[in-house]
Antibody, heavy 122, light 110 residues
Framework: EAQLVESGGDFVQPGGSLRLSCAAS????????LHWVRQTSGKGLEWVSA???????YYTSSVKGRFTISRENAKNSLYLQMNSLTAGDSAVYYC????????????????WGRGTLVTVSS | QSALTQPASVSGSPGQSITISCAGT?????????VSWYQQHPGKAPKLMIF???DRPSGVSSRFSGSKSGNTASLAISGLQPEDEADYYC??????????FGTGTKVTVL
């Protein structure tokens, strides 16, 4: 069974850093495009970042220059390095697998993890 | 990139049909046929219900259907059932090479 499991969420002070991990199993990780999506408490979903199977990366404007997405295919793992954190980054962070499509920009998410909570506060 | 606009809440009685709208712009919903919809129950991860405007993943009930006209997409739920009570989010790829989600709609089964 295909599965994604996030970890690394924690309580951190403003200006601090955190590295999230997402362990994948049950599918071809190296051939998959992967994303991070976050959800603030009681609020909606916000797309954060994506990494293609070939290593191309994309970011939402509010995290560009602060967050770095990466992958390690040998470990079936996705990462999100988060620096210069602010209160606005507090959220549950989900990793998600992009569904199959013949179009490279057809981004939809057919597999989600259960999320990991990041709290940024002094 | 602003979030797509959805009604905050929609309700219906069991067996009825409801529709949730998702208003975007010519830079997202109107630009591509890459609209997807997600269902989220409290404390759970989102679940894909519709992709590519109107396609259903295997295992999703045919009571769920999607459509699009111009810059607005819609999700229809027919034969409303108690388990359909959840939050629903639309999403679209954008011309800025990013993804945007809707503001979310709480569906209540009366």
């Amino acid at each position: 069974e295909a599965q994604l499991v996030e970890s690394g969420g924690d309580f951190v002070q403003p200006g601090g850093s955190l590295r999230l991990s997402c362990a994948a199993s049950g599918f071809s990780f190296s051939n998959s495009d992967l994303h991070w999506v976050r959800q603030t408490s009681g609020k909606g979903l916000e797309w954060v970042s994506a990494i293609g199977a070939g290593g191309d990366t994309y970011y939402t404007s509010s995290v560009k220059g602060r967050f770095t997405i990466s992958r390690e295919n040998a470990k079936n793992s996705l990462y999100l390095q988060m620096n210069s954190l602010t209160a606005g980054d507090s959220a549950v962070y989900y990793c998600a697998r992009e569904g199959y499509s013949t179009s490279w920009n057809d981004w939809y998410f057919d597999l989600w993890g259960r999320g990991t909570l990041v709290t940024v506060s002094s | 990139q602003s979030a797509l606009t959805q009604p905050a809440s929609v309700s219906g009685s069991p067996g009825q049909s409801i529709t949730i709208s998702c208003a975007g712009t010519s830079s997202d919903v109107g630009a591509y046929n890459f609209v997807s919809w997600y269902q989220q129950h409290p404390g759970k991860a989102p679940k894909l219900m519709i992709f590519d405007v109107s396609d259903r993943p295997s295992g999703v009930s045919s009571r769920f259907s999607g459509s699009k006209s111009g810059n607005t997409a819609s999700l229809a739920i027919s034969g409303l059932q108690p388990e359909d009570e959840a939050d629903y989010y639309c999403s679209s790829y954008t011309t800025s090479r990013t993804q945007v989600f809707g503001t979310g709609t709480k569906v209540t089964v009366l």
